[in-house]
């Protein structure tokens, strides 16, 4: 029995990385009758059949799991966001680190395509990625000839997970961290005003001291995981002043004594941060219920 990671899943066939020896694996039929399936990312025992074929025995329960695209055993993810095509969008960062939290993840920000941005903006951006770091995010502001491979070497060991919309340039990232991968990139299609996909599978590349994953662009995040009460803690600074708040479940809405909205009126919480709570727990609040 041999044990190793799933870096890449291609109908009902996981190729496993175990100590740098690649195996084609099947799972088990037992897995099948338990509707359960394996994702990448997760550890696995494997039986070897062949110099390059296996069997999956046994998956290693997960630390933690991304639902959308499908990943487990995260150390940092990385939400990528362009400055220009796709526009940069703080609604956004902020809907992205609320799925992040809400999975128990550690979030990173790089924002991407500052070769192509005006001095405007790049100032504009600069301010907010200043925000996200008093918060306590670590963020990068990257062009076409920056220096990758330190920014991916310093997130420290484990597996880093690209993760953004279509078109951020999350693959040419990879490929500036390692030219030999040669990953398919394209240029966003502005007709549609959305991205083409260009990615269609999530794949973990070895990086130093562990993996990266690149990942297809999402449209869609998808929040019915989330209760409305939880919103408000997967919004650090919000969660750590609301500690002061009156009520101990105040959701610093239309509560009295509330710290939090004392907090955005002195300028300690961002305006814009606390917008985006708002927003979101309403929507929340005002979903229908699926059964
Ligand atoms: N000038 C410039 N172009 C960039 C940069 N990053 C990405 N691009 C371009 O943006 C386009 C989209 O990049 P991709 O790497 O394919 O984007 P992706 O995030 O992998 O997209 P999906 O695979 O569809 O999710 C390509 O044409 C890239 O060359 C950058 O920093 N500077
Ligand atoms: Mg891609
Ligand atoms: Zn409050």
């Known amino acids: 029995m041999r044990t190793g990671r799933i870096i890449k899943s291609i109908s009902g066939v996981y190729r496993v990385d175990a100590d740098g020896e690649m195996f084609d694996t099947k799972p088990r039929g037992l897995f099948r009758k338990k509707k359960f399936s394996p994702i990448v990312g997760d550890i696995v025992d494997f039986e070897i059949e062949n110099v390059t074929e296996g069997y999956i025995q046994h998956v290693h329960e997960r630390r933690n799991e991304l639902k959308r695209p499908p990943v487990s055993n995260i150390d940092h993810l990385i939400i990528v966001m362009s400055a220009v095509e796709p526009d940069f969008s703080t609604q956004l960062v902020d809907r992205f680190l609320v799925i992040a939290h809400s999975y128990g993840l550690n979030p990173r920000i790089i924002v991407t395509k500052k070769d192509m941005t005006s001095e405007e903006q790049i100032q504009r951006i600069e301010q907010y990625l200043v925000i996200y770091r008093n918060i306590g995010y670590s963020t990068q502001f990257v062009g076409k000839d920056d220096n990758i491979e330190a920014i991916f070497d310093a997130w420290g060991s484990g597996l880093a997970v690209l993760s953004g919309q279509s078109g951020v340039g999350k693959s040419t990232l990879l490929n500036a961290y390692q030219p030999d991968l040669s990953l398919e990139t394209n240029q966003i299609s502005k007709s549609l005003n959305r991205g083409k996909h260009t990615t269609r599978h999530v794949e973990l590349f070895e990086r130093k001291d562990g993996f990266v994953a690149d990942t297809p662009g999402f449209s869609a995040l998808d929040f019915d995981h989330i ?18 708040c009156k009520f101990r479940n105040c959701n610093h809405i239309r509560e009295p004594k509330c710290n939090v909205k004392a907090q955005v009126e002195a300028g300690n919480i961002a305006q814009f941060r606390y917008d985006h709570y708002v927003q979101l727990f309403e929507e929340i609040a005002n979903r229908k219920e699926r059964y």
């Open 227 to 244: 209760q409305k009460d939880e919103v408000k803690d997967y919004f650090l600074e919000i969660q750590e002043y609301g500690q002061a």
